[in-house]
């Protein structure tokens, strides 16, 4: 099993041009998410997905889209960069266990570095 | 809705000492919550976490926390700490219909030796 994959691990981008992040997992999990690392604020949700063709908005949504047609991706649109979207982005995935025990564990992908200038 | 607080942005000891980083949730309901560990550069290590199954509860690398539910926190602790502890460490609540993390702010740990 490769986990939860992402790409590119960093990007620059200009002011107004727009890039996806991709995420993919393998371990056919039904949740995934994108965080947001900025310093000092620790990670902040911005949308996620409790299986292909549902997503939702998180904390912090806005300037981004996301869609989930496969179980496998949940990528991230930023469709007109700005600065303020310069941060760390992490991907995550898990399921859900149907016992109740909340011991689901979380997986995390290495991270994509994007600045926006 | 749940909320995490990490008390200290900043913690520094000296290699042997012991290590206590805090952490406060609140929480409706009983909460899941975790530690993670952040070095430079990298990406997030889950170092432990609690379910309601034990209030102490043991991680990797010597760690572990005591989940109180008097107190409302879920300090993490060592009892002596080692140059490679050196990273940024989050506590983190869990919260269901969705998996979704709620991260404290983080708490960067030095070790000098």
Same mark, same amino acid.
């Given at each position: 099993?490769?986990? =939860?994959?992402?790409? *590119?691990?960093?990007?620059v &981008?200009?002011?107004?041009?727009?890039?996806? &992040?991709?995420?993919?997992?393998?371990?056919?999990? !039904?949740?995934?998410?994108?965080?947001?690392?900025? *310093?000092?604020?620790g990670?902040? &949700?911005?949308?996620? +997905? $409790?299986?292909?063709?549902?997503?939702?908005?998180?904390?912090? *949504?806005?300037?981004?889209? =996301?869609?989930r047609?496969?179980? !496998?991706?949940?990528?991230?649109?930023? &469709?007109?960069?700005?600065?303020?979207?310069? +941060?760390?982005?992490?991907?995550?995935?898990?399921?859900?266990? *149907?016992?109740?025990?909340?011991?689901?564990?979380?997986?995390?992908?290495e991270?994509?570095?994007?600045? $926006?200038? | 809705?749940?909320? /995490?607080?990490?008390?200290?942005?900043?913690?520094?000891?000296?290699?042997?000492t012991? /290590? @206590?980083?805090?952490?406060?949730?609140?929480?409706?309901?009983?909460?899941?919550?975790?530690?993670?560990?952040?070095?430079?550069?990298?990406? @997030?290590?889950?170092?432990?976490?609690?379910? %309601?199954?034990?209030?102490?509860?043991?991680?990797?690398?010597?760690?572990?926390?005591?989940?109180? #539910?008097?107190?409302? %926190?879920?300090?993490?602790? #060592?009892?002596?700490?080692?140059?490679?502890?050196?990273?940024e460490?989050?506590?983190?609540?869990?919260?269901?219909?969705?998996?979704?993390?709620?991260?404290?702010?983080?708490?960067?740990?030095?070790?000098?030796?």
């Amino acid at each position: 099993n490769a986990g =939860v994959t992402q790409t *590119p691990k960093f990007q620059v &981008l200009k002011t107004g041009q727009s890039m996806t &992040l991709q995420c993919a997992q393998d371990m056919n999990h !039904e949740y995934m998410s994108w965080y947001r690392q900025d *310093p000092g604020m620790g990670l902040r &949700l911005i949308h996620y +997905s $409790v299986g292909a063709g549902i997503t939702d908005q998180g904390e912090v *949504p806005n300037g981004y889209n =996301v869609s989930r047609s496969t179980t !496998e991706d949940f990528p991230l649109r930023l &469709l007109s960069a700005a600065p303020s979207q310069t +941060s760390v982005y992490f991907c995550a995935s898990s399921y859900s266990d *149907p016992t109740g025990d909340l011991g689901n564990t979380i997986y995390f992908g290495e991270g994509s570095w994007l600045t $926006v200038v | 809705a749940q909320s /995490v607080t990490q008390l200290d942005s900043h913690v520094s000891v000296s290699e042997g000492t012991p /290590v @206590l980083l805090r952490c406060n949730y609140s929480s409706s309901y009983s909460p899941s919550l975790f530690w993670y560990v952040q070095h430079p550069n990298k990406g @997030l290590q889950l170092l432990l976490k609690y379910t %309601s199954a034990a209030t102490l509860v043991k991680g990797i690398n010597g760690f572990e926390a005591e989940f109180k #539910k008097s107190e409302t %926190s879920f300090h993490l602790t #060592k009892p002596s700490a080692h140059m490679s502890d050196a990273a940024e460490y989050f506590c983190v609540g869990f919260t269901g219909g969705g998996n979704k993390l709620t991260f404290g702010t983080g708490t960067q740990l030095k070790v000098e030796l």
